[in-house]
């Protein structure tokens, strides 16, 4: 079954350590992107990457950092400079590169970061 | 002002009742508009997705753009309690990344 894979579901990250959040897809997709989610404040784009070896800052990506060494793999670290990671990260996937794509998000079941 | 505007909710129905969930958007140049399903504790999942202005429907689901009001609509019809979830919209022009309403929870009362 082709879709996009988040590990771990849950996990807790203690103070000064950076934590990363692993994204895989097997639907042969361009883009990948990281989004943040907390209550009443909706998605938030963290960084984006729309082929191999290359990636783009999205609107909140200070704390984080990401890699893009094969097409199907987007992790994202979640770095000690982060003083506010408690939420919900979301990794999605779409078809095409974003500038030329007209394809929807699709979306993994998410990351929830607590901190300990 | 924010680009997309959702209310919040949350929204009580009774099961069998019609549903209209709503955003408002100030971009013009949005063409593409999505409407996904988030139940708790899991991804968004899409449920419809159109281009420009005009209707689609998909079973129970009917997705509505109007354009000239920067205003888009998704209504549920026989809604049933596996509807209960937050309903999030999300639009983009042709050349950047998606807009995100704040999603509506939806509960379906038995």
């Known amino acids: 079954d082709g879709g996009i894979t988040q590990s771990p579901k849950y996990l807790f990250r203690k103070e000064g350590q950076n934590v990363t959040l692993s994204c895989e897809q097997n639907l042969n997709h361009d883009a990948m992107y990281w989004y943040r989610q907390d209550p009443g404040q909706g998605l938030r784009l963290i960084y984006y990457s729309q082929i191999v070896n290359d990636f783009q800052k999205g609107d909140i990506a200070e704390g984080y950092s990401v890699s893009r060494e094969k097409k199907e793999s987007f992790p994202l670290t979640v770095t000690s400079a982060q003083k506010n990671p408690t939420a919900f990260y979301l990794c999605a996937s779409n078809e095409g590169r974003i500038v030329y794509s007209n394809q929807p998000q699709h979306f993994g079941d998410g990351t929830r970061l607590s901190i300990l | 002002q924010k680009e997309v505007e959702q209310d919040p909710g949350p929204l009580s129905v009774p099961e069998g009742a019609i549903v209209s969930l709503n955003c408002t958007y100030s971009?013009?140049?949005?063409?593409?508009f999505m409407w996904y399903r988030q139940y708790s504790r899991k991804g968004p999942e899409l449920l419809m997705y159109?281009?420009?202005?005009g209707n689609k429907e998909d079973g129970r689901f009917t997705a509505q753009v109007d354009k000239s009001s920067k205003y888009i609509s998704l209504f549920i019809r026989d809604s049933q309690p596996s509807d209960s979830a937050t309903y999030l919209c999300a639009m983009r022009t042709g050349a950047n990344n998606l807009f995100f309403g704040t999603g509506t929870r939806l509960t379906v009362i038995p």
């Open positions: 971009n013009s140049a949005f063409q593409y």
């Open positions: 159109t281009y420009s202005s």
